[in-house]
């Protein structure tokens, strides 16, 4: 079986496995990283929405054989990384986490960190435009939570991109 | 005997018998016990639950559902279970309970921590609450719906942490050389009047009861002291879930439980006859195992991406299932064939009637968690990890499948992503233990999302039809039949309802549960003369089940909708013509703060609208006010593999839901159902074609997402007059969905007769049904933003 080597959370790793697995099972099943859920398997749902290289991307549409040896995976697991030390809010999280906790946007929580991680990239794509998150940003986002708690995601994306 | 009532006001005599019975001395005192064990632990019957009051407001002629609704059936089912539930106090400080409930995202976890934190004087954060596994002994007192958990568990749960306080205070009391009246308890840690002090964590082992249990009185709080319950509190759970910690089914890691999957039938139910090419599917890459099972052929693999391949490869002949050829319109005619005639009403200019007749599709109650289960059956035993709202029942029913008796069978309750009434049901975990019977090896299964919208359960299509006799200004009757596809209701409510039925009020108790449910939570909450409001359900060949809030939001959309034609009719405002014929004056409260906080009739633009609607369930009541954008710009909105179409730009919602114990998780909640509730008016269904539903995914199943949610959305919580708390999980549907019905005919001008809106356009390209799940994509590094 092939070796797989990339960077996950910082780490580098390797796992023997097919080339055409998708990532999300990589991770999941044999890294036991469980942060990215799975909720469609077609990059519809977006709940294991992670960052590639600091942009957000759906591992459960990428075989793992492309992902190259300095591709640097970030889980949920590994957003606080993202930011230094400094950045880090009173739990030692992300902003964006941060103002989730805040706001108490979880219910079920399933796809939320899907939704936070989605958050940062587009949080992090604006303010590369020079601008400030709009409510027609907030309509882009793709990543679906059955429970509803569109509402607080709004008011958290809002406010965790002032902490950014 | 620790009784120790501390108000001189409550102390009087008290006796207790040699076997005490667990019962309330009066609304606030009650009897618990502490049980032997190596640290303090208190515990509570669940008998203790307040019995119904009396009905305060009787109206002229009321409806089963005013006088005892299904609360109060659910409640009084659990009334003669002797069980035990306990709060265990730590070395470390903390306490902690096992809630025999299951914690699905509508945050009982956190409401439950509450409730002991105040009784207990400990902060929440110290309150670890986990869910029970399956309780045989707990009969009928471990279901989790009818958004029952906190009206049933908030009287039990206060005594047993109450239990511990007094126990604690007892203990402090010897260790600091001071009375308990001079004891002062506050953030789990006891001072005496000297000043010296001791920790819940330091008397845990003290406290601690010998052999055998003793009964101990205890007095609850008043409101007027409490300082956790009512006041906004962020979930426990919250931190675990925000950084990927909290453990759902398919995270749970149990040694060799590898992935496992199911190849189903390109018909609804339609089974295995044979495998064609099983020798090539068990030599793919990963694969461990194929066997036929009774549901279609599974497959366990090193990964769920092997899996998923495995299933596309399999060449299965199938049987049918049994609604090979059928599609919504044959499904509708078989609906409308079963509908009762309606009575014969007035139609002169004295008594002139108004009718409504309205379809609704159906829905998928599918959550984002798919259907998930482990199971690890050995030949002695079984060990099952599921989110379960049913565990009881689907202990039996999977013991009964396995050849064992239950008590071979341990049944793991694990927190859920989401429920929305799919997890009464157990149709994983079941599979998943035929599965690793027939391998022999444990099994991690989990329904692809192809499978869990097109086979997991529905809300059944139906019918409801409304007339309504007016006659000048009053309204003399309303008549109101609802029509459908059966519900399923065989997770165990059924065996609740046998155990109540016989005491039921109103002469329900012999009809169906289906019938006992619907007469137990409809009504129509107006004062309209001669009320009558029927239930006919005609076809089990679906799976179904009650979906959030289950009759309500269609039954209250066609009854709003002929309000608002009433209003019309008689040329009011629809806000004020709701006024006119309420008899209830917490209705009366939200439905006026709503149209407040909501600028009720507001100048809007041609296209737009309000639309105003109230519901009454639960022991609470809500209203809702909306605002609907139907003008061209926002319906002709393009956004890939999305409906837009109009949109709801602001909700003002209310609730009066009793006692709130949680005023941000009941936000949450409203926040939830207002989502739902849009989903069902405009844009969420399931289509039938040819003996199978064709939505396979988020792209086909259209569920509220950011570009349909509104903007603006604001949920007020009344303060109530109630004492004691009512649901939440389902309060927010009703309403909603019905003032948005009732907006987008006032936008439109035209009434629709049918939901969601948008059920005749078919908004997307089905997945293919051989084979059943559709390919992992593979260009995921294209689409990085």
């Known amino acids: ?164 | 005997m620790n009784s120790v009532p501390t108000d001189p006001r409550e102390r009087e005599p008290f006796e207790t018998s040699a076997t005490p019975v667990p019962y309330a001395v009066d609304r606030r005192r009650f009897v618990g016990y502490v049980i032997g064990g190596a640290t303090l632990v208190a515990a509570a019957d669940l008998v203790l639950a307040d019995p119904p009051p009396a009905n305060a407001e009787i109206p002229t002629l009321p409806q089963p559902a005013e006088l005892y609704d299904l609360n109060d059936m659910l409640t009084d089912a659990a009334r003669p279970t002797a069980n035990l539930i306990t709060v265990t106090i730590n070395e470390d400080g903390t306490a902690s309970f096992e809630l025999p409930r299951a914690e699905v995202g509508q945050g009982i976890t956190t409401s439950t921590a509450m409730l002991i934190a105040e009784e207990l004087d400990l902060p929440v954060d110290r309150v670890r609450v986990t869910l029970a596994p399956a309780r045989p002994e707990l009969l009928f007192n471990q279901l989790t719906g009818g958004s029952n958990t906190t009206i049933s568990t908030y009287t039990p749960i206060r005594v047993a942490a109450a239990v511990a306080r007094v126990t604690l205070l007892d203990a402090a009391a010897i260790v600091l050389g001071d009375t308990v009246a001079g004891l002062v308890a506050k953030g789990g840690v006891i001072t005496a009047r000297n000043g010296s002090s001791v920790t819940y964590g330091e008397l845990a082992v003290k406290a601690a009861g010998s052999a055998g249990s003793r009964a101990v009185e205890v007095e609850l709080k008043t409101e007027a002291e409490f300082s956790v319950i009512g006041t906004p509190t962020n979930r426990i759970d919250a931190l675990a879930a925000v950084t990927g910690q909290k453990d759902y089914t398919t995270d749970v890691a149990v040694p060799d439980a590898l992935p496992t999957m199911v190849c189903r039938a390109p018909t609804l139910n339609g089974t295995p006859v044979s495998v064609r090419n099983q020798a090539q599917v068990e030599a793919m890459p990963g694969v461990t195992h194929v066997a036929q099972v009774s549901t279609g052929v599974a497959v366990r693999a090193a990964t769920f991406g092997q899996c998923i391949d495995a299933v596309r490869a399999l060449d299965v002949a199938w049987k049918a299932g049994p609604v090979a050829g059928e599609s919504d319109a044959t499904i509708l005619r078989k609906v409308r064939s079963a509908q009762l005639p309606m009575p014969k009403l007035p139609d002169t200019p004295l008594a002139q009637t108004v009718s409504g007749d309205f379809t609704f599709w159906f829905r998928s109650n599918s959550a984002m968690d798919t259907n998930s289960a482990i199971a690890d059956v050995r030949p002695d035993g079984a060990t099952i990890w599921s989110g379960l709202k049913s565990p009881i029942v689907a202990q039996q029913q999977i013991a009964l499948k396995l050849g064992m008796s239950p008590d071979k069978v341990k049944v793991n309750v694990v927190t859920a992503g989401g429920s929305f009434g799919r997890r009464l049901f157990f149709d994983a975990a079941l599979e998943a233990a035929e599965i690793s019977q027939k391998m022999g090896a444990p099994v991690k299964l989990m329904w692809h999302r192809a499978d869990d919208a097109r086979v997991g359960r529905t809300h059944p299509l139906g019918t409801c039809r409304v007339q309504a006799t007016v006659s000048g200004t009053n309204v003399l009757a309303f008549n109101q039949s609802l029509t459908c596809v059966e519900t399923d209701f065989r997770h165990g409510l059924g065996e609740i309802i046998t155990a109540a039925a016989a005491d039921l009020p109103g002469g329900v108790g012999n009809l169906g549960f289906a019938e006992t449910i619907f007469a137990l939570t409809q009504e129509v909450p107006y004062d309209f003369g001669a009320v009558t409001q029927t239930l006919v359900e005609t076809d089990d060949r679906f799976n179904t089940g009650s979906m959030r809030n289950i009759y309500s939001p269609d039954v209250r959309v066609a009854s709003e909708l002929v309000v608002d034609k009433l209003a019309a009719k008689m040329r009011m405002d629809p806000y004020q013509f709701r006024r006119k014929f309420q008899r209830n004056e917490r209705l009366l409260t939200v439905l006026d703060t709503v149209a407040q906080a909501g600028e009720w009739g507001r100048s809007m633009p041609t296209g737009t609208a309000q639309g105003i609607a109230i519901h009454k369930e639960y022991k609470g009541v809500s209203a809702c006010l909306v605002e609907i954008d139907t003008r061209p710009a926002t319906t002709g909105r393009q956004i890939r593999d999305a409906v837009t179409g109009p949109r709801v730009t602001r909700v003002t919602f209310a609730i009066d839901v009793g006692l709130a114990i949680n005023p941000r998780g009941l936000e949450a909640q409203m926040q939830g159902g207002i989502n739902d509730g849009i989903a069902l008016a405009l844009t969420s269904s399931l289509h039938l074609r040819d003996g199978h539903f064709l939505e396979a995914s988020w792209d086909n199943y259209f569920y509220t997402r950011q570009w349909n949610t509104p903007p603006d959305v604001r949920v007020i919580v009344v303060p109530s007059e109630e004492k004691v708390p009512g649901g939440a999980g389902e309060a927010g549907v009703a309403a909603t969905f019905a003032a948005v019905a009732c907006a987008y005919a006032r936008a439109t001008g035209t009434m629709p007769t049918q939901f969601p809106i948008n059920h005749d356009q078919l908004s997307f390209e089905p997945k293919s049904f051989v084979p059943p799940v559709p390919e992992s994509p593979t260009n995921g590094l294209d689409l990085i933003s």
Not at chain 1, 3 to 27: A, H, K, P, S, Y
Not at chain 1, 45 to 67: E, L
């Open chain 1, 1 to 164: 079986m092939p070796e797989q080597t990339f960077i996950v959370n910082g780490e580098r790793v390797t796992v023997d496995v097919e080339d055409d697995v998708r990532l999300l099972w990589v991770l999941r099943d044999l890294l036991g990283i469980t942060g990215p859920k799975y909720g469609c398997g077609i990059n519809v749902c977006k709940a294991c929405t992670s960052h590639i290289n600091g942009k957000a991307f759906n591992p459960c549409a990428v075989p793992v054989g492309s992902i190259g040896s300095e591709d640097e995976v970030t889980t949920i697991e590994g957003l606080p990384g993202e930011v230094t030390e400094q950045q880090r809010g009173a739990n030692g999280l992300h902003p964006m986490q941060e103002a989730w906790l805040e706001r108490d946007v979880v219910q079920c929580g399933y796809c939320q960190p899907g939704q936070i991680m989605a958050a940062v990239a587009l949080v992090n794509r604006v303010k590369a435009e020079g601008r400030q998150v709009t409510s027609a940003d907030l309509d882009t986002i793709r990543n679906i939570c059955r429970c509803g708690t569109y509402t607080r995601i709004r008011e958290a994306i809002t406010d965790g991109a002032s902490r950014m």
